[in-house]
């Protein structure tokens, strides 16, 4: 599915009335042999299974100037933007109910790695279960790179191309918002013909390794269509 010419930059520059661009840049720094997701905070990523409240801290005391803005869906499955100044290792709860996170920001970047999860107890900053966090920023970095997305109310998800610096990379998805994970497609490259997600699909993208210490990007890039 190709546009060119002046319809290719109205799309690309988001002033298009049905069509807006969709980019997803993920990354994994140390995949080792067997499979992990594409995600900053490695392992396997635990998408919302409800709508719930977010919370949010940082594993460095010093981190109480940055204001973090995260980026998702609400419980109806509008898109929704918050923002929270975070206040070091105390966990506070970031406006809003969430169910899903597509991208988390920070105005500066922390001295810790900044985390977005679901309640749970937390040490020194850090939430104790790795399955309630929903998003990472290491330190240094200001935005995250997570390979996962979950389509908005009222849109269609046309992908249109998923590329790797790695050979085994699969998509797998969820139709709705606490259902079951499935196996999609492994794919590289461009597709002449898009596939189409409806609205609350949640996608990601997984790297099967067969060696330690794998370092992996991928990027997802789609466009959404209003239904």
């Known amino acids: 599915m190709l546009f060119q010419g002046e319809k290719a930059v109205t799309i690309a520059l988001g002033f298009d009335s049905v069509f807006t661009p969709v980019y997803i840049t993920g990354r994994n720094s140390d995949v080792d042999t067997g499979s992990e997701d594409i995600v900053d905070a490695g392992g396997l990523?635990?998408?919302?299974?409800?709508?719930?409240?977010?919370?949010?801290?940082?594993?460095?005391?010093?981190?109480?100037t940055q204001t973090l803005t995260v980026t998702g869906l609400d419980a109806a499955g509008a898109p929704q933007v918050e923002t929270k100044l975070l206040e070091g290792r105390t966990e506070v709860v970031v406006p809003g109910t969430w169910s899903a996170i597509n991208s988390c920001s920070l105005s500066a970047a922390c001295a810790g790695d900044v985390y977005v999860y679901i309640d749970d107890t937390v040490t020194n900053g850090v939430p104790d279960t790795s399955t309630k966090v929903r998003a990472k920023i290491l330190i240094a970095d200001t935005v995250t790179h997570m390979a996962v997305y979950t389509v908005p109310a009222g849109y269609d998800l046309l992908l249109t191309e998923y590329t790797s610096n790695q050979a085994d990379v699969q998509l797998w998805t969820i139709a709705s918002i606490g259902g079951a994970l499935q196996y999609a497609e492994s794919l590289q490259g461009r597709r002449l013909m898009p596939r189409a997600f409806p609205a609350g699909t949640f996608l990601k993208l997984r790297c099967t390794a067969t060696a330690d210490n794998q370092d992996v990007r991928a990027t997802l890039a789609g466009l959404l269509r209003k239904a």
């Open 45 to 64: 990523y635990t998408p919302m299974s409800t709508a719930a409240a977010v919370h949010c801290s940082s594993s460095a005391v010093a981190d109480t």
